[in-house]
């Protein structure tokens, strides 16, 4: 039998994880539950855990001290699987519903317990078997209001604000964003990942200073406007769905951020697929997808700042927040953001190290080589035009050029 030490940090296996569930009170007997370990992220071991008897089922997290997609020689801190917690419980503070319950938490292992999502499906994954989910735009639209403001100094005034941004400190993977997005696509790293029939249209990026400036703006944002509490990885990929059900997962990239940073990694994954559909999708649902895409960009922005200005009207810490002038300058600098970090996000699911199944999986050659010269022109066309296109109409109006 594998003992679980006490206090002391060691990966779970498929076995120990039950000696552990078992000394916790989590399961009464270890031979009447099945686990399996089913992480396919690049950070993590994820179990799921059923009881044979009753039919019920719980998933457990444990943070690895490396990164998986790189190995032991990219060391990372145990204290994301913290912040990833607390980040689910704050959330769960004001949309309950749209994140997973967490049962319990071990911060020694670096361990979270939480409820079972095998129900749902990867909202990436249904996206590209052409399903569409109606509820979605309204869901992840609530979501980043009811989690932007409730974390903002706007809703908290500056003392309490603060005292809730020293818990989501990230550096480990702060650090990876950084590089990552902001950094690495734009220049001959190491850690980009790109076929060489785009060398072409990578190295006019490069080249590109204009662009480049940009993008350094936008990183000096994202390294120093701790608006408020970011989900910090918000794609497609961390969004578990049903018809009627979302549940927006992972967030242990936490930090305290600037806002539109987890509006525009959504648009962007948004937008990636819509590229990708051009190319994947049958002719004969090939629009319905499209104008599904599109609408639900526009929603979920309509949603987000509806929701947003009734929270900034209503609760606003100072007299002076609280009025219809100010939530228009909020919401505007939200909106420019928000475009410019889609861009970067865009670009970097091309060039850098972790793509998307969305333009990787076209299997046509030709296709999908015009699906990623597309998507760096989309990234750059974000990026210039945040100050220009006032609205998401502007945008879903640039894809539609781009439409089959």
Known sequence: MTNVREHVYEPFTEQSVLVYLEKKGLIT????????????????????????????????????????????????SLDRARIER?????AAKYVPTLVPEVFDYDDDYAVTVMEDLSDHVILRKGLLEGNLYPHIS????????????????EALGPIEKKKLARQFVNPDLCDITEKLVFTDPYQN??????????????????????????????????????????????????????E???????????????????????????????????????????HEISDYLLETIEQTWAVFEKRYRELLLEKGFEERQRTDQYADYVLEKIWQDTLGFAGCKT????????????????????????????????GRSLIFNRSVWRSPKSLTAYLKGLAK
């Open 29 to 76: 007997d270890k031979e009447q539950v099945t686990c399996k370990e089913v992480g396919d992220g690049n950070l993590n071991y994820v179990f799921i855990v059923k009881d044979l008897q009753t039919d019920k089922s719980l998933v457990v997290k444990q943070a690895l001290p490396y990164a998986k997609v790189v190995g032991e020689s990219w060391p990372l």
């Open 86 to 90: 607390q980040a689910l419980q704050e």
């Open 138 to 153: 309204e869901h992840i639209g609530t979501y980043l209001a009811e989690n932007l403001f409730n974390a903002s100094d």
């Open 189 to 242: 790293a190491e850690s980009n990942s790109y076929p060489e029939n785009l060398q072409e249209a990578v190295e006019s990026l490069w080249q590109d200073d204009r662009l480049i400036f940009e993008v350094a703006k936008l990183k000096k944002q994202f390294l120093t406007e701790g608006e408020t509490l970011l989900h910090g990885d918000l794609h497609t990929g961390s969004v578990f769905v049903t």
């Open 244 to 286: 009627e059900s979302t549940k927006v997962i992972d967030p242990e990239f936490a930090f305290y951020g600037p806002a539109g940073f987890d509006i525009g990694a959504f648009i962007a994954n948004l937008t990636l697929n819509y590229i990708a559909q051009q190319e994947r999708a049958d002719e004969s649902n090939r």
């Open 347 to 378: 670009i970097r699911r091309i060039i850098g190290l972790a793509h998307v199944e969305d333009i990787d999986g076209i299997e046509d050659e030709t296709g999908r080589l015009q699906a990623q010269q597309r998507a760096i022109e989309t």
